[in-house]
């Protein structure tokens, strides 16, 4: 790129290469401003018979192009691309969805110092109308061999982000307490219709059970025949693994586990089954307070119908000591 003063007449269309000030010192322009026409009357009433504008070369792409082209080679799903001022493009979620992100190759995008991009935490919730992520390039241009380097990689791992939809899932719930059926229900109902409604979610199904290996498994099963997107399990009593009353239940009903512990804080003692790809949930104490556990972490992923595996909750560990 180089610095070019120009007659103003002929500027427009042109980005301004500096910030143009009134005589007093108030900013005109700002730097990075494509001129328009009535940016060439304000400017001829100001006195400016030049401007000094950014002219692109050969073996270069102007900003706008390379955000608006890689933003689009980037992501994928639920969402839009907006384009914004000065080299940068919005990515917007469309419906309520959950952010998957591949950090890996995000990582290696960021690397070039010419292009970036910012997104939401991994397997975050986004509310339709929120952004997810933003795409800003250097100022005015990028070389033309940082954007097809970058473009390569795009087209050879694919998307970094993929804005999953969240529809209209069906949350089946069991309630259990040692000494009374309902007593879990009563406790931990209002605590878990808030958690839900954080993700445009609701209890679809709900079954309380004595927390006995037979009755929570009957009561599991019954559950699991309607095809819920989830099932979450909340126990009073605080179960500590896959060989306690809940975990033999979960398995007594042909459940796989995938994972036991996750390096979350509060929510270490996640417990993670599937049966066949409906996800069934165990979270000792974490339906007990409305405070972000492990349970929020998990839920937007599994809500959008994703297959959560062991390796991604053991991923969990940075960022997870949420409190």
């Known amino acids: 790129m180089k610095a070019q003063a120009v007659h103003v007449g002929s500027a427009v269309g042109q980005v301004l290469c500096a910030p143009i000030f009134h005589v007093g010192g108030k900013k005109l322009l700002a730097k ?7 940016d060439v009357r304000l400017l001829s009433l100001e006195g400016h018979a030049e401007v000094v504008v950014a002219v692109i070369e050969a073996d270069e792409i102007p900003e706008d192009r390379a955000a608006l082209d890689l933003a689009t080679a980037a992501a ?13 493009v919005n990515l917007i979620a469309t419906e309520n969805c959950c952010l998957l992100l591949d950090e890996a190759v995000l990582g290696r995008f960021n690397e070039s110092g010419n292009v970036s991009i910012a997104t939401m935490p991994n397997f975050s919730f986004a ?3 929120q952004r997810l992520a933003s795409v800003k390039t250097a ?9 097809l380097k970058a473009q390569r990689l795009l087209k050879t791992k694919g998307p970094i982000l993929q804005a999953r939809p969240i529809q209209e ?3 089946a ?5 040692a000494r009374e059926a309902e007593r879990a229900r009563r406790l931990y109902e209002g605590i878990m219709r808030t958690r839900l409604e954080r993700f445009g979610a609701a209890a679809a199904f709900v079954l309380t059970a004595i927390e006995d290996e037979n009755s929570v498994a009957r009561a599991l099963d019954h559950l699991l025949r309607a095809r819920p997107t989830m099932v979450l399990m909340a126990s009073t009593t605080a179960p500590a693994g896959p060989d ?3 975990g033999r239940a979960i398995q007594k009903v042909g459940c796989k586990l995938e994972s036991f512990l996750a390096p979350v804080e509060p929510g270490n003692l996640l417990l993670l089954s599937y049966a066949g790809d409906v ?7 974490c339906f007990r307070s409305p405070r972000p556990n492990v349970v929020d972490l998990v839920l937007p992923p599994l809500l959008a119908n994703y297959h959560l595996t062991a390796h991604e909750v053991s991923s969990l560990g940075h960022g997870g000591l949420l409190s």
Do not use: N, W
């Open 32 to 38: 990075g401003h494509q001129i328009r026409e009535e």
């Open 76 to 88: 994928c799903g639920s969402l839009e691309i907006r384009l914004a001022a000065g080299g940068r």
């Open 127 to 129: 509310a339709a109308g």
């Open 139 to 147: 100022p005015f241009m990028i070389p033309k061999a940082d954007f």
């Open 169 to 171: 899932p069906t949350v």
């Open 173 to 177: 719930i069991l309630y259990s307490d």
């Open 244 to 246: 306690d009353t809940v």
């Open 279 to 285: 996800p069934v949930v165990a979270a000792p104490g």
